[in-house]
Nanobody, 123 residues
Framework: QVQLTESGGGSVMAGGSLELSCAASGNTGLRYFMEWYRQAPDKERELVSSLDIGERTTFSTTYADSVKGRFTASLDSAKNTMYLRMDNLKPEDTAMYYC?????????????WGQGTQVTVNP
């Protein structure tokens, strides 16, 4: 079982910055993905960033096209905490942001979700 604790959301003006964090506790396994998703009102949840992690080392990082060059995801392996640095925020970035861990246990993958943190960007 994995528990995820998110923090760092808030309200900023367009062009501003925020940093989200997601602390994972419990058994994440040796191979897992740590991801940020977001969901705006009346829209589907979308993938923002994905870290491919093996034995606490990040193999690769991918981003949605809409956030490339503005958002940076990173992992502090000692704390097993993922960060999402968001710069040059736009009103369309307003959403509830969720942390997700997808962990591999043998031949099985299991998803775990955080409770979400609200990001509001004012024009």
């Amino acid at each position: 079982q994995v528990q995820l604790t998110e923090s760092g959301g808030g309200s900023v003006m367009a062009g501003g910055s925020l940093e989200l964090s997601c602390a994972a506790s419990g058994n994440t396994g040796l191979r897992y993905f740590m991801e940020w998703y977001r969901q705006a009102p009346d829209k589907e949840r979308e993938l923002v960033s994905s870290l491919d992690i093996g034995e606490r080392t990040t193999f690769s990082t991918t981003y949605a096209d809409s956030v490339k060059g503005r958002f940076t995801a990173s992992l502090d392996s000692a704390k097993n905490t993922m960060y999402l640095r968001m710069d040059n925020l736009k009103p369309e970035d307003t959403a509830m942001y969720y942390c997700k861990v997808e962990s591999q246990y043998g031949a099985t993958w299991r998803p775990f979700w955080g409770q979400g943190t609200q990001v509001t960007v004012n024009p």
